[in-house]
């Protein structure tokens, strides 16, 4: 039970470039979200999936779109990385009923240049 | 909307010493609320939870929590310190009334422990 995987760990990319965050979790959790995180600046949520075939933004979600390719798997898409969108990404998924903590991936440090 | 204080950026304490965390919360209805904990380099780990009930709520690795609604506060307490205790730690709130049932995090409190 790996519980929430994160590929890739690191990745620099330049201005302009695209690139696509994979996550899966293998706990059959109903909900998948997408944070950011940033010195000084906790975590901010960038789109969510409440369930299968779901898909909605959160607080920051300019410059990214999501997938939501099953109940496993969750992607965050950069479709022209800018500087401003260098941080840690991290996933996290939710129990469908009866729980309201998220369980969190490693994370994906990217940086733009 | 919800929201998350942690006025604390940076705490040291010495090793074998207690620990006390603050948290203050803002939300409108019955609060559902969550300590993390993320060391170097890692992913968040969920410490403890409060969702109803007794209002000192025990975690992983010997951390309590008490929530006090008069105060809207749910501050973090160890009472021994231990150097594998240094991380960063986040409050957060969970928004029941959205759809996203989002956390809302505050800005972490980031420990360093003296041998």
């Known amino acids: 039970n790996a519980g929430v995987t994160q590929t890739p760990k690191f990745q620099v990319l330049k201005t302009g470039q695209s690139m696509t965050l994979q996550c899966a979790q293998d706990m059959n959790h109903n909900s998948m979200y997408w944070y950011r995180q940033d010195p000084g600046m906790g975590l901010r949520l960038i789109y969510y999936?409440?369930?299968?075939?779901?898909?909605d933004k959160g607080e920051v979600p300019n410059g990214y779109n999501v997938s939501r390719l099953n109940k496993r798997e969750f992607s965050l898409r950069l479709e022209s990385a800018a500087p401003s969108q260098t941080s840690v990404y991290f996933c996290?998924?939710?129990?469908?009923?009866?729980?309201?903590?998220?369980?969190f991936g490693p994370g994906t440090r990217l940086t733009v240049t | 909307a919800q929201s998350v204080t942690q006025p604390d950026i940076h705490i040291t304490v010495s090793e074998g010493a207690s620990l006390e965390l603050r948290c203050n919360y803002s939300y409108g209805a019955t609060p559902y609320l969550f300590w993390y904990v993320q060391s170097p380099g890692q992913g968040l780990q969920l410490l403890l939870k409060?969702?109803?009930?007794?209002?000192l709520v025990q975690g992983i690795k010997g951390f309590e929590a008490e929530f006090k609604r008069s105060q809207s506060s749910f501050n973090l307490r160890k009472p021994s310190v231990h150097w594998s205790d240094a991380a960063e730690y986040f409050c957060?709130?969970?928004?029941?009334?959205?759809?996203?049932?989002?956390?809302?995090f505050g800005k972490g409190t980031k420990l360093s422990v003296i041998p």
């Open positions: 999936s409440a369930s299968e075939g779901t898909t």
């Open positions: 409060y969702f109803s009930g007794d209002t």
């Open positions: 957060a709130v969970v928004d029941t009334g959205a759809g996203s049932y989002q956390l809302t």
């Open positions: 996290a998924s939710k129990p469908g009923q009866g729980g309201y903590e998220q369980y």
